[in-house]
């Protein structure tokens, strides 16, 4: 079936830093692929998403772009803020007669100022 | 417009017992998911209803169940509680007929004693 992978965390950055969190995805068909960020207390919002092989999705700085070759949808972000703090997740999602996401376990990211 | 409205927020149960949980959608939307959130389990997918119908279904057992309502509006059953229920409950819309992005609520915790 399919399923996502993603790096484990925490991720502990110093504010500017350069921040890059692998994503591996398994599908049988051609999914779309999300990158949701979980703010402290709050539900999951869409942060990026592409839904063909070479787009890239891009939002807030942060961009990722859907590699079919290396079924990989990395995200990165040239600068981090303190504000970036927050749980990223890394997920695909497949039309099979309705719609299920499959998310990855999710990473967490500290920012330092 | 408004956003994934969920109710309660929060709610104490103790084992044995029953809970049901609500869920309006985005104005418009007539797909609603529903997950299962836990420290150690990550994101699970519960079930998809679209137009009141389920569409997909998640691992879970019987005990879980769901409904989706004319106007969209979505509940979430758990009967006979086990502490391993304990969980934040997310449910999240989508138009059910596009990419499969989702806008997600703040989620229902249950805490099971």
């Known amino acids: 079936g399919n399923s996502v992978t993603q790096m484990e965390g925490p991720v502990t950055l110093s504010e500017e830093a350069f921040l890059t969190i692998n994503c591996t995805y398994t599908?049988?068909?051609?999914?779309?692929l999300f990158w949701y960020v979980q703010y402290p207390g709050e539900g999951l919002q869409l942060l990026l998403k592409?839904?063909?092989?070479?787009d890239k999705g891009s939002n807030k700085g942060f961009e990722a772009t859907y590699r079919k070759e290396t079924t990989s949808f990395h995200l990165e972000k040239g600068s981090v803020q303190v504000s970036d703090s927050a749980v990223y997740f890394c997920?695909?999602?497949?039309?099979?007669?309705?719609?299920?996401?499959?998310f990855g376990a999710g990473t967490r990211l500290f920012v330092k100022a | 417009k408004a956003g994934v409205t969920q109710t309660p927020r929060y709610l104490i149960k103790t084992r044995g017992q029953q809970v049901t949980l609500s869920c309006s959608p985005i104005?418009?939307?007539?797909?609603v998911s529903w997950y299962q959130q836990t420290p150690g389990q990550g994101l699970q997918f519960l079930f998809e209803?679209?137009?009141?119908?389920?569409?997909n279904k998640g691992n879970f057992p019987g005990r879980f169940s769901g409904r989706q309502f004319s106007n969209s509006r979505s509940e979430m059953n758990v009967s006979t509680l086990e502490l391993g229920d304990s969980a934040l409950y997310l449910c999240?819309?989508?138009?059910?007929?596009?990419?499969?992005?989702?806008?997600f609520g703040e989620g229902s915790r249950l805490t099971v004693l």
């Open positions: 209803y679209f137009s009141e119908t389920q569409r």
């Open positions: 599908a049988t068909g051609y999914p779309s």
């Open positions: 997920a695909l999602s497949e039309n099979t007669g309705g719609f299920k996401t499959i």
């Open positions: 999240a819309s989508s138009s059910g007929l596009s990419t499969g992005e989702l806008f």
């Open positions: 104005s418009g939307h007539r797909s």
């Open positions: 592409a839904t063909k092989a070479d």
